[in-house]
């Protein structure tokens, strides 16, 4: 069974900085895509940033410049540096892996997980 465990949330003021962890366990073979994406109270889900095996990385337009997304490969853990935090990124922060390819006996199987979430404050 695969499980996407996050660490890293909490409470910061407005201009600090916080870094998410996400490690994923479990009999996997290789995941394809790892990232993160944000829900704020009364809002849909939406996209953060991602990174795939070969390290090209995408992010939405309002964390460009401010947040950066990196991987471990072989620790099959992914992070999100937050740099200059705004009242607006306050949000629970989930951790996606895209292409989570597994082995049961002689049967493959690729399937995308989430993270349980992690809460990040922005508040003075």
């Known amino acids: 069974q695969v499980q996407l465990v996050e660490s890293g949330g909490g409470l910061v003021q407005p201009g600090g900085s916080l870094r998410l962890s996400c490690a994923a366990s479990g009999s996997i073979f290789s995941i394809n895509a790892m990232g993160w994406y944000r829900q704020a109270p009364g809002k849909q889900r939406e996209l953060v940033a991602t990174?795939?095996?070969?390290?090209?990385?995408n992010y939405a337009d309002f964390v460009k410049g401010r947040f950066a997304i990196s991987r471990d490969n072989a620790k099959g853990t992914v992070y999100l540096q937050m740099n200059s935090l705004k009242p607006e990124d306050t949000a629970v922060y989930y951790c996606n892996a895209g292409g989570v390819l597994t082995r049961t006996g002689s049967r493959w199987t690729a399937s995308d997980y989430w993270g349980q979430g992690t809460q990040v404050t922005v508040s003075s």
């Open positions: 990174i795939i095996t070969g390290g090209s990385t």
